[in-house]
């Protein structure tokens, strides 16, 4: 079984807007849906949990139930942080999936994710128990402190740029959050930090430059145009 595990308990101050931005309107529609939808329409996955604001279940339900996301299976309370809720999003399926079954921890804020990199995701995991939706950077990388200036280069070769999804098998997820509690290791925001923070070799998988996170008001633009021009193209 595969289940895609949607982060959604972010507030969303950085967009100035008066509503969490999961749920802003982007043409009359939610843009956690557009994320869900990915997956919705995926074959490969059997179901969804979202791990959503406190106060906004019930909205969630009924955009799910509007938009048509029948796989849409478990809601559950966000915590403190990105760890705490990652690891309440794995709790909510402790009775539903067994070790070999693969998660794929999403940001519900990356409403544009290719339907091959869901794939490619589940197929590197099956393989290598993890498989991380990851790019190779581009750009020139300088090393700095302060933000202002830099006086070292870390060669492109050597960076990945990790996005979500992040496909890992279930029993290997949940030791890793349960292993964390163990050790008092807290605040990794991403499950790959925290798996590389316990020693794990992690893989990477196909990811896109259009899998972008909306996190400015920049990002909700380049959303916005990636999303026009696939409708010119279904026009077409």
Not at 11 to 33: A, C, V, W
Not at 40 to 53: A, N, Q, S, T, Y
Not at 140 to 148: E, N, P, Q, S
Request: glycine fraction near 8%; proline fraction near 3%.
């Amino acid at each position: 079984m595969n289940v895609a595990l949607i982060l959604a308990g972010g507030h969303g101050s950085r967009t100035e807007q008066d509503i969490p931005k999961q749920f802003m309107n982007i043409y009359e529609k939610p843009l956690i849906i557009y994320t869900l939808e990915n997956f919705e329409r995926h074959p490969d996955i059997d179901g969804i949990v979202v791990v959503c604001l406190d106060g906004w279940h019930e909205v969630l339900r009924a955009y799910a139930r509007q938009y048509g996301i029948t796989k849409l299976k478990w809601i559950t309370s966000g915590g403190q942080d990105g760890q705490e809720s990652i690891h309440k999003g794995v709790l909510a399926l402790k009775d539903v999936c067994v070790d070999r079954d693969v998660i794929l921890i999403h940001d519900g804020i990356r409403p544009f994710v290719p339907s091959e990199v869901i794939t490619d995701a589940i197929c590197v995991c099956q393989r290598w128990d993890s498989g991380l939706s990851a790019v190779r950077c581009q750009e020139t990388i300088v090393r700095t402190a302060d933000g202002i200036s830099g006086d070292e280069g870390i060669g492109r070769q050597e960076i990945m740029r990790v996005q979500t999804p992040q496909a890992y098998r279930y029993g290997k997820a949940l030791w890793a959050y349960e292993e964390a509690e163990r050790r008092d290791i807290h605040g990794e925001v991403y499950a790959n930090t925290l798996m590389l923070h316990l020693g794990e070799r992690v893989y990477f998988s196909r990811g896109s430059e259009k899998n972008v996170k909306i996190t400015t008001m920049d990002d909700l633009e380049l959303f916005k145009a990636l999303l026009h021009m696939e409708r010119e193209d279904w026009v077409k």
